[in-house]
């Protein structure tokens, strides 16, 4: 991640994790003091040198830019370096070249995205969709100037070619893009037109799946869009400008501008535009005192268009020499240009019948047509602002235009004013009329003064008709009341002109104070911009974050996947004790519905009957680092509760995972119900809590009990005990329930039909970790089968001995040879230190007889036929004794010899 960082080129200083932290201690206890940067008062400014030094080695004049913008970043530099004094910087950048392209790449601030302010640019769709609908088969021409690295000149040709007909529609010959910035590295970013997958969260969805190549970690510009878009080096205020452009596009580079070079700006652009051409600002830019060469546009405050009239100062006459571009263009114009020319000379032609002599103005009142001649109604005089405005009106005139403009456009009727006295050449009377005059190709609404003059002859009264006193007494009248009608007007004119001057007073505040905002909505989105720079210059670090954040996120999701799955009681705490994760059966085992985000301590868990407190064992796991493994019987059920430390890739303690695993008894209880059947021992399980009884049926049979009875308690089975026998068995449950643990005991019980069994058993009561009785188990049999089996088996063995007797089976399947006590005695072996086989039997028979028996094992082996022969067996002195050989096979399915058994028998006497 730091190394990508460094490979952006936009880090200042590389240091250790504890040194940025000193670095920051510092930054933040610098004051950010730029009184030492700002210029005194009729002093040059103390950048100067600094910009000397710039402009040698850029050859770019920064002398015109905003000195708090500079400040910012020259303070910036200092900072990062170390330097607490000016002067010294700029030691320094005399002797670091590498400083003095930092400080350049500083200044030039290269922020921009994708379709930047979307709501400005669908009204500069609109606004491109009436332009293109009016223009000819030419070139549409388009100029974006500090296009930084690309993305807004790249947005601007998907709206050309979303309004010619799509990607394919973008040729060389119908479209010319000139992006052009001061900074070469943003240059040669742009001409790639590659840009990281962030930058796709600017693009709507139907422009990123057409017009670029979308890759894993980044996008590509396609083909066809970079083919129209021409990158180049320039500076905008300095370098020659494009010329007969449709649309020149400046956002966000005015604002680090004073005004003067705002205004030089501004002109070459105008210069650039051809007729009606359109120009883009940022959405904190404005052409302020340019406002009489541009006009905005209906419905979009940041677009402007070049207005009509004052483009025939600047427009060089196809008869002019030189002008044969000029001249191929205007051949090349549609008859839809043709047309909207005609329609516009036809609104001049009825303006000028209309008004023979007037003006066509704007809302301010400055003039941008002048229709035939209106010298005799203007004057200039000293003080006067040398622009066209209706100001210049003669007197009776001046105070009249404004107020008639206000209204006519204002209400869009016309207006008519008073007919004046004048003293002119062609007449003694003149008025004003106002028209609205609309803009057809969508700007700003206008207004036709129209100035009329006429000549009036004042007649005199024939006053034969009437008599003196009555003469006298009219005359007097009219007198008066014209006096009078006099003194009023006048004095509304005056009061008038003195609320217009009020107005016109409190405007320029206003217009004073809107500059001043201006000024300071400039500063605050160049600070935005320098903070936009400094984000992107952590781009790469967050791309890195965001990329560890998914491997993280991905891990955790796999994670949660094995918890949710795992089909054991899994829970993961930290060393707080808090658990973080755990699985859903351990959700129902530690009795929590749903873990809160916070997490829940492990004191607050629901345990099972039976389970001990956690937290105490998991903080002596935490202690020791050592793992517990304890077993635990809740109810019926037992469990193993695991507590192991868990530790990270660095062998630090991190936390504490915890694991339970339930025993299921009933694979258990299968097999204890298969030893039951096979040994004839019955058992029976009680849950001491629950009194849940599970009694097998080998109880029912020893005990003489009718199998279909409920299940058995306890004081059920001692109820059938002897009375004898019964205070003897509860002498011994009294310690067995007090304590756990187990004994055996020998007792009498009497079955259904009252007959007394001897029982012999066991019982064994388990316990929980707090020493409660939670589960009995006992097993029983009837001890009388039990002692005659064994008296049997004791008889059988006595008259084997008695009688000299040997008995042998060989397991043929497994081959496994087994011999009988006497049969060891027989052939002289010792039992436990000789291992039996048919070799060591053959070894103890007379050599004569040896064969033949060998032959007659053999045949009882493969054929399965029964061998029985008299023979020599050796004895223990040597000597050989009269005996008999008996052998015979058992078969098992398909007639399939499984094992042969038989016996060897000594004769101690001869037979008679």
């Known amino acids: 991640m730091p190394a990508s960082a460094i490979e952006t080129g936009c880090i200042d200083l590389t240091l250790t994790p504890g040194q940025i932290g000193d670095h920051f201690e510092k930054i933040l206890t610098r004051p950010r003091d730029l009184a030492l940067l700002r210029p005194e008062t009729d002093e040059p400014s103390k950048l100067s040198e600094l910009f000397g030094i710039l402009l040698a080695r850029t050859q770019v004049d920064f002398a015109n830019y905003k000195e708090n913008t500079l400040n910012r970043r020259i303070a910036r530099r200092m900072t990062a370096l170390g330097i607490e004094d000016y002067d010294g910087y700029v030691d320094y950048c005399r002797s670091n070249v590498d400083e003095v392209d930092a400080l350049h790449r500083d200044l030039l601030i290269s922020v921009t995205r994708f379709f930047r302010d979307p709501e400005q640019f669908r009204k500069l769709n609109e606004q491109l969709e009436k332009q293109l609908a009016n223009s000819g088969p030419g070139p549409v021409r388009v100029w974006v100037a500090g296009c930084a690295t690309g993305e807004e000149a790249y947005s601007i040709a998907i709206l050309i070619a979303e309004l010619l007909g799509g990607l394919h529609a973008l040729t060389k010959t119908n479209v010319q893009i000139f992006a052009t910035d001061i900074d070469q590295n943003a240059i040669e970013v742009a001409r790639k037109g590659i840009y990281p997958i962030s930058a796709a969260q600017d693009i709507p969805p139907q422009y990123l799946k057409e017009y670029f190549t979308v890759g894993e970690n980044d996008i590509s510009v396609r083909q066809e869009l970079r083919n129209v878009t021409l990158f180049s080096q320039h500076n905008v205020f300095q370098d020659p400008p494009f010329i007969n452009l449709n649309l020149v596009t400046i956002r966000n580079v005015l604002i680090y501008f004073n005004l003067a070079l705002q205004e030089r700006v501004l002109t070459r652009l105008h210069y650039s535009l051809a007729s009606g051409g359109l120009l883009f600002l940022g959405t904190s830019e404005t052409v302020g005192e340019m406002g009489i060469y541009f006009e905005a546009r209906q419905g979009a405050d940041k677009i402007f268009g070049k207005r009509r009239g004052i483009s025939r100062e600047l427009t060089v006459l196809p008869s002019t020499p030189g002008s044969s571009y000029l001249r191929s263009q205007s051949m090349r114009r549609s008859a839809a240009q043709t047309a909207a020319d005609q329609a516009a000379q036809a609104d001049l032609s009825l303006a000028r019948a209309v008004a023979p002599n007037g003006v066509i103005c704007t809302r301010n009142g400055d003039i941008i047509e002048i229709l035939g001649d209106i010298s005799v109604y203007s004057e200039i005089r000293a003080g006067m602002s040398t622009s066209l405005n209706v100001r210049m009106l003669i007197d009776p005139l001046r105070t009249e235009a404004a107020s008639l403009i206000a209204v006519a456009t204002r209400t869009e009727e016309r207006r008519d004013g008073r007919w004046h006295k004048a003293s002119l050449p062609n007449g003694n009377r003149v008025q004003l009329q106002a028209f609205p005059f609309i803009n057809h190709k969508g700007g700003e609404l206008h207004c036709l003064l129209a100035i009329n003059s006429k000549f009036e002859e004042e007649k005199e009264l024939n006053f034969s008709e009437i008599s003196d006193r009555e003469q006298r007494d009219y005359v007097e009248r009219m007198e008066l009341e014209i006096r009078s009608t006099q003194e009023a007007l006048q004095q509304t004119i005056e009061e008038l002109q003195t609320a217009n001057e009020e107005l016109q007073s409190s405007n320029e505040e206003l217009q004073s104070t809107n500059e001043e905002f201006q000024a300071t909505n400039e500063e605050l989105e160049t600070s935005n911009e320098e903070l936009q720079s400094t984000n992107e210059e952590l781009l790469t670090v967050n791309e890195?974050?965001?990329?560890?954040?998914?491997?993280?996120?991905?891990?955790?999701?796999?994670?949660e996947a094995m918890l949710v799955s795992s089909p054991y009681a899994i829970a993961l705490a930290d060393q707080a004790l808090i658990i973080r994760r755990l699985s859903r059966v351990a959700q129902e085992v530690f009795g929590i519905g749903e873990l809160p985000p916070t997490g829940l301590h492990l004191s607050h868990c629901n345990l099972p009957n039976g389970f001990p407190a956690l937290a105490p064992i998991a903080n002596t796991v935490l202690r020791l680092q050592e793992t517990r493994r304890i077993p635990v019987l809740s109810g019926s059920d037992y469990y193993t509760l695991i507590l192991s430390p868990v530790l990270d890739m660095h062998q630090r303690l991190i936390g504490i995972s915890i694991t339970v695993s339930r025993f299921d008894n009933?694979?258990?209880?299968?097999?204890?119900?298969?030893?039951?059947?096979?040994?004839?021992?019955?058992?029976?399980?009680?849950?001491?809590?629950?009194?849940?009884?599970?009694?097998?049926?080998?109880?029912?049979?020893?005990?003489?009990?009718?199998?279909?009875?409920?299940?058995?308690?306890?004081?059920?089975?001692?109820?059938?005990?002897?009375?004898?026998?019964?205070?003897?068995?509860?002498?011994?449950?009294?310690?067995?329930?007090?304590?756990?643990?187990?004994?055996?005991?020998?007792?009498?019980?009497?079955?259904?039909?009252?007959?007394?069994?001897?029982?012999?058993?066991?019982?064994?009561?388990?316990?929980?970790?707090?020493?409660?009785?939670?589960?009995?188990?006992?097993?029983?049999?009837?001890?009388?089968?039990?002692?005659?089996?064994?008296?049997?088996?004791?008889?059988?063995?006595?008259?084997?001995?008695?009688?000299?007797?040997?008995?042998?089976?060989?397991?043929?399947?497994?081959?496994?040879?087994?011999?009988?006590p006497p049969m060891y005695d027989l052939l002289g072996y010792a039992q436990g230190k000789h291992v039996p086989s048919v070799e060591m039997m053959l070894e103890r028979i007379h050599p004569e007889d040896r064969d033949f028996a060998k032959d007659g094992l053999q045949?009882?082996?493969?054929?399965?036929?029964?061998?029985?022969?008299?023979?020599?067996?050796?004895?223990?002195?040597?000597?050989?004794?009269?005996?008999?050989?008996?052998?015979?096979?058992?078969?098992?399915?398909?007639?399939?010899?499984?094992?042969?058994?038989?016996?060897?028998?000594?004769?101690?006497?001869?037979?008679?």
């Open 544 to 559: 890195e974050l965001q990329i560890s954040s998914a491997e993280r996120q991905a891990l955790a999701s796999e994670l």
């Open 666 to 820: 009933e694979p258990f209880n299968d097999v204890l119900r298969q030893i039951s059947k096979v040994t004839r021992v019955g058992f029976w399980t009680q849950n001491l809590q629950s009194n849940d009884t599970y009694v097998s049926p080998e109880v029912h049979a020893i005990l003489g009990m009718d199998d279909t009875a409920a299940g058995l308690s306890l004081d059920t089975i001692l109820a059938r005990a002897h009375p004898e026998d019964r205070a003897s068995l509860q002498l011994q449950l009294d310690p067995l329930f007090k304590d756990g643990g187990s004994f055996e005991f020998d007792a009498r019980f009497f079955d259904d039909s009252g007959n007394t069994l001897n029982i012999g058993g066991s019982l064994m009561v388990f316990q929980d970790s707090h020493g409660e009785n939670i589960q009995l188990i006992g097993v029983c049999w009837d001890k009388a089968k039990f002692d005659e089996r064994d008296l049997m088996l004791g008889c059988s063995a006595a008259v084997q001995n008695h009688f000299a007797v040997g008995i042998f089976s060989f397991d043929v399947v497994n081959n496994v040879p087994s011999w009988n």
């Open 859 to 912: 045949d009882v082996l493969t054929m399965g036929q029964p061998f029985h022969y008299p023979l020599r067996l050796q004895t223990s002195d040597g000597s050989y004794a009269a005996a008999e050989l008996f052998a015979q096979a058992r078969s098992g399915d398909a007639d399939r010899i499984t094992h042969v058994f038989g016996g060897l028998q000594l004769y101690r006497r001869e037979p008679e």
